[in-house]
C-alpha cells in the first residue's frame, strides 16, 4: 500500500436522526489534486473529521498510507490538514502559532520560516493572527499543514475568503504540491476554480458518492457532440451536413447547430462542397454545468426559483 493515499470505505456515521455519511467510499491517488465537491450538508467536512479521528464513523474505515490516523507515528508528516482557518490563537503572530506547533513535534524553526516564505506570509509573519483577514489565515493553516512536509494533503474550503490575485496563487500552489507527488484532497463550492487546478473530482450527495471521475471525462461527457457552425450560407451548409450524416438546424442569423460530426469532419465536410464559413466551434461544457446536472437530485437545500409577484 502507497503511503500518499487516502482510502474511505463504507463510512457511515448519523448525528440523531441526521444521516451524515452513507457508506461513503473513495480513494484519493498521489500526484494530482482531487476536488471534493457537493452540495451543502453533503458530507465533506465530517469525512474529512473522521479521516482525521476527530469524529467516529459508525462503519467502514478511513486509512492514510493504509493506517488509521490515530496510529500513526508522526502524524504532521503523513499528513497535512487544513479544517477550519479560524482555529487559531488571535493574539500569538503566525509565526509563533506556526512555532508552537512545529516545537511540539520536534520540528525547528528553520522550517517554519520555509513554510511561511512557501506560502507567501513572510511579511506578515510577526504581526498578531487575530488580525489577519480570511485569505492570510487560510494561507497560515495551509503552512501549519504543509510544516512536517507530509505526502497528503487535506484541505477543507482553502479558496474561502480568498480575493482574485490569492485565488491565482491557490491554484497554482495545489498543482504544484500535487506535481511533487503529493496526494492532494481539496473540498470547494468554486467549481472555476477547481476547473484550473484539480485533475479527479469525487462529486458527494447525501453522505455518499454520486460520481468519481477525472475532470476531463465529467466534462468530455457533459459536453456532449453539439459543435456550432457560423456561415453566411446556413441552408448550403445545412444542407450539405445532413447528407453527410449530421443532424443541423439553425439556431441563428448566421449560426448552425450540428450534432452527429465531429467538428473536424465537419470542417472537411463544407470544404469539399465549397460552402463558406468563418467558425466551427466544438461546445465544451463547463465544470460547473456537469456538476450541476450530477447534483441535481441530490441538493438538500435548494431556494425555489423566483416567482413573480402580480399585484
Ligand atoms: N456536529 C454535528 N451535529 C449535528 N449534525 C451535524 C454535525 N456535523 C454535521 N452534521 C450534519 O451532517 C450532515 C453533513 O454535514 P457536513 O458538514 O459534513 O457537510 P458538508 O458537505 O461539509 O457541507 P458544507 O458544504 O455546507 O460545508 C449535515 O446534514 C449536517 O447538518
Redesign the pocket.
Known sequence: MSNTTIEVAGLRKR??Q?V?LDGMTFTVNPGKVTAFV??????????MRVILGLDAAEAGHALIGGRPYRSLRHPLTRVGALLDAGALQPSRTARNHLLWLAHSHGLGAGRVDEVIAEVGLAKASRRKAGGYSLGMRQRLGIAAALLGDPPVLMLD?PFNGMDPEGIVWMRGFLRALAAQGRAVLV?S?LMSELQESAGHLVV?GR?KVIADTSVADLIASASGDRVTVRTSARWDAMTTLTNAGATASATGDDTVTVSGLPAERIVAVLGQGNVPFSEVSAHQATLEEAYMNLTRDAV?YRAEPATEIVR
Request: proline share 5%.
Open positions: 448525528f440523531g441526521t451524515a457537493g452540495p451543502n450538508g453533503a458530507g465533506k467536512s465530517t469525512t474550503e473540498s463550492h458527494v453522505g438538500e
